[in-house]
């Protein structure tokens, strides 16, 4: 091994944006030869870790993150990516804390390694993509704009044949592992439960199995079809958006309110669960609109809020009694639609034959 390629490893936390943005990431830094250490899935240890350095206050997610840099770190890893992402569109933010992340982990954890912090805000000048991937890399000594771009190609070609797998149907671990390895399959699984679900939340909290419970594989186990923000294109999450009356001010709001405008108005979602952290700011707002916008469709809503603390017990229970009021519901609605003569005379003379044979 070189001694370039000895110092070209770059460490990712498996948080926050991790999980709708790794394709590209993998693309980009792989192809400019880069070793990628992920820190480990989501343990009782990675909150306990990440809860420790921080106000009770902070938002779950934070928390989780803030785990995984440790778990990095202990791996000794040396060069962690931490990128703060401003603004992804002109005047459309992320939430202080997305906002500030290298400084908070700067300020909160402690060790011997470096930050990697790019700034992508395209809301300000000169602050767009290309720059924030020069400063992705600048670190390492690779400055050739041309290697940059050809790498930027890469991470997207990864990014969308990630999302175009996930837009079919397909479960998230299984497109990831398809689209990593450089394979693409766009078959439409075969949907087999009675009822449909859209599950709307950020992907760092439906994704991360520890912190969601693995709310997935328990639906798909009472017989739900699930869905989520990922199986949309953009077009339609801004299209829901725009139905709901909201605007994009927040960073996640397509993610969130686009993601449940679209599914409001779809005809073959049974219900809707949310699922957010306890203590964000932005997703309680958000919580608010939905709640509001699944009252006027008439549609039932369950509205789940997580944190370090809660227990998988009570969060099955709650989950069952949903999903066994969506069955329900369902039956009363199919039984309802079978249609009824108006003139239509039971046929009792079968039982009268009967009975007149039993007094003779």
Not at 22 to 46: E, M, R, V
Not at 70 to 79: M, Q
Request: glycine share 8%.
């Amino acid at each position: 091994m070189s001694e370039k390629t000895q110092e070209l490893v770059i460490g990712i936390p498996r948080g926050m944006s991790f999980y709708g943005n790794y394709p590209f990431w993998y693309g980009f830094f792989s192809s400019l030869g880069f070793k990628i250490i992920l820190s480990d899935p989501t343990t009782k240890q990675t909150m306990s870790d990440g809860s420790a350095l921080v106000v009770t206050e902070t938002c779950l997610p934070i928390k989780i993150y803030l785990g995984h840099i440790i778990n990095l770190i202990n791996k000794g890893v040396k060069n962690i990516f931490v990128p703060s992402l401003q603004s992804i569109a002109p005047k459309i933010y992320n939430c202080s804390k997305i906002r500030g992340l290298p400084d908070l982990v700067r300020n909160v954890v402690k060790g011997d390694f470096r930050i990697i912090e790019p700034t992508l805000d395209k809301s300000a000048k000169n602050r767009g993509l290309y720059s924030f991937l020069k400063e992705a890399v600048l670190p390492f000594g690779i400055t050739n704009f041309d290697d940059i771009k050809r790498a930027s190609k890469e991470g997207w070609k990864v990014y969308n044949n990630f999302h175009v797998m996930m837009r079919s149907g397909m479960d998230y671990k299984t497109a990831l592992k398809y689209a990593l390895s450089g394979k693409i399959s766009i078959d439409e699984p075969e949907k087999t439960g009675m009822i449909n679900v859209a599950l709307i939340s950020h992907g760092y909290n439906i994704y991360d199995e520890r912190a969601s419970m693995k709310i997935i594989s328990k639906l798909e186990k009472m017989g739900v079809n699930v869905y989520t923000a990922l199986q949309l294109t953009d077009e339609q999450m801004k299209e829901g958006l725009s139905s709901t009356g909201s605007h994009g001010y927040w960073a996640n709001s397509a993610e969130m309110i686009g993601a449940a405008g679209h599914y409001l108005k779809d005809i073959k979602i049974d219900g809707i669960i949310t699922l957010n952290a306890f203590g964000c700011g932005p997703d309680s707002l958000m919580i608010e609109s939905i709640t509001r916008k699944s009252k006027s469709a008439e549609k039932p809503l369950l509205v789940l809020t997580i944190d370090e603390h809660t227990g998988e017990a009570g969060f099955v229970t709650r989950l069952e009694a949903f999903i066994d009021m969506l069955f329900r519901k369902k039956r009363s609605e199919i039984v309802n639609k079978i249609d009824i003569d108006e003139n239509y005379i039971p046929q009792t003379n079968v039982c009268e034959k009967a009975l007149q044979n039993q007094t003779n």
